[in-house]
């Protein structure tokens, strides 16, 4: 795949623990957008079940171990969960245990006041009457997200870190969304326009490849991906799911004519094409499957 000046950097780690694979595949991009911020942490806590139905509870504690190592400010993990309550999921998943211990705030989304959400309406957008977006969110310097890799048998096609951003909107919102179902992909991109995240760390240790995003057929994927573009995560986690073997939508549909994507190329907010990624590794194993990744994005 030829590189052009305008690459992206995504980092990949492939076949190594949590704890070491976490810190490593973000020191891969040679950034710190984090040291000195305070940071909002977003999870996928959609629901409470089991990884990849949701962000593993250890990723959250090397994750923010690590933020702190780069010099991380305070650290505030919020999310709005859906269908679920989101205070009965924080309960199940025991991240409140987790946040007290590790002495992280915790914002229930959930929880907020009218007053703290803001109105968005992007230009030309599929949205009757814009969305509503978390103001907390859109306050804090620096924005962290982790997402997980599967695919969404509900419309979205695929639950990465574009669809993740669908947990700082207000939940009467969803309605809206789930019943749009010729324009549902496009305005999960959408959504995204409210916000540029500084860090995104994709774990793909374990995959659903099929169904979801609650439950669904596991394969294991053992890689973790980094970045700060979510189009290029997107585009290398379908490459991860191609290579896996996915579902129909997955497998029979270019990476960049999925609608989550594409639209998101409209709107700008990232890679325009597989020739701007540059999937980054630090070790033989990690660099013959980014090889392998690199063919599939080219092929589409």
Same mark, same amino acid.
């Given at each position: 795949?030829?590189?052009?000046?305008?690459?992206?950097?995504?980092?990949?780690?492939?076949?190594?623990?949590?704890?070491?694979?976490?810190?490593?595949?973000?020191?891969?991009?040679?950034?710190?957008?984090?040291?000195?911020?305070?940071?909002?942490?977003?999870?996928? =806590?959609?629901? &409470?079940? *089991?990884?990849? +139905?949701?962000?593993?509870?250890? $990723?959250?504690?090397? @994750?923010?171990? #690590?933020?702190?190592?780069?010099?991380?400010?305070?650290?505030?993990i919020g999310d709005r969960s859906g269908p679920a309550d989101t205070a009965d999921v924080i309960r199940e998943?025991?991240?409140?245990?987790?946040?007290?211990?590790?002495?992280?705030?915790?914002?229930?989304?959930?929880?907020?006041?009218?007053?703290?959400?803001?109105?968005?309406?992007?230009?030309?957008?599929?949205?009757?009457?814009? =969305?509503?977006? &978390?103001? *907390?969110?859109? +306050?804090?310097?620096?924005?962290? $997200?982790?997402?997980? @890799?599967?695919? #969404?048998?509900?419309?979205?096609?695929?639950?990465?870190?574009?669809?993740?951003?669908?947990?700082?909107t207000h939940r009467r919102n969803m309605a809206e969304l789930h019943s749009s179902i010729r324009s549902m992909?496009?305005?999960?991109?959408?959504?995204?326009?409210?916000?540029?995240?500084?860090?995104?760390?994709?774990?793909?240790?374990?995959?659903?490849?099929?169904?979801?995003?609650?439950?669904?057929?596991?394969?294991?994927?053992?890689?973790?991906?980094?970045?700060?573009?979510?189009?290029?995560?997107?585009?290398?986690?379908?490459?991860?799911?191609?290579?896996?073997?996915?579902?129909?939508?997955?497998?029979?549909?270019?990476?960049?004519?999925?609608?989550?994507?594409?639209?998101?190329?409209?709107?700008?907010?990232?890679?325009?094409?597989?020739?701007?990624?540059?999937?980054?590794?630090?070790?033989?194993?990690?660099?013959?499957?980014?090889?392998?990744?690199?063919?599939?994005?080219?092929?589409?």
């Open positions: 795949m030829i590189m052009t000046k305008h690459t992206t950097k995504v980092g990949l780690v492939k076949g190594v623990s949590r704890e070491t694979a976490i810190s490593r595949v973000i020191e891969l991009l040679g950034i710190n957008p984090v040291k000195g911020k305070e940071i909002f942490l977003k999870p996928n =806590f959609n629901t &409470a079940d *089991p990884f990849p +139905g949701s962000t593993h509870n250890d $990723t959250l504690l090397y @994750l923010i171990r #690590h933020l702190r190592g780069m010099g991380a400010g305070s650290i505030t998943k025991g991240v409140d245990r987790l946040c007290e211990e590790m002495g992280v705030r915790l914002m229930n989304l959930d929880e907020l006041p009218d007053q703290d959400w803001i109105r968005m309406q992007p230009k030309q957008s599929h949205w009757w009457n814009g =969305f509503d977006v &978390a103001r *907390p969110v859109l +306050g804090k310097e620096c924005i962290v $997200t982790t997402c997980c @890799l599967k695919t #969404h048998g509900y419309g979205g096609v695929f639950t990465m870190s574009l669809k993740l951003s669908v947990g700082i992909r496009k305005m999960i991109a959408e959504i995204n326009t409210a916000y540029s995240p500084s860090l995104i760390l994709l774990d793909g240790i374990e995959a659903f490849v099929d169904r979801g995003p609650m439950k669904g057929e596991r394969k294991k994927a053992g890689v973790l991906l980094s970045g700060t573009d979510r189009i290029a995560i997107d585009a290398v986690g379908l490459a991860v799911l191609k290579d896996l073997g996915s579902n129909k939508a997955v497998m029979e549909t270019p990476i960049f004519q999925q609608e989550q994507i594409s639209r998101a190329v409209e709107l700008e907010l990232g890679v325009g094409g597989p020739g701007e990624i540059e999937i980054v590794t630090g070790d033989p194993v990690s660099a013959g499957y980014a090889e392998k990744l690199t063919v599939i994005l080219g092929r589409g």
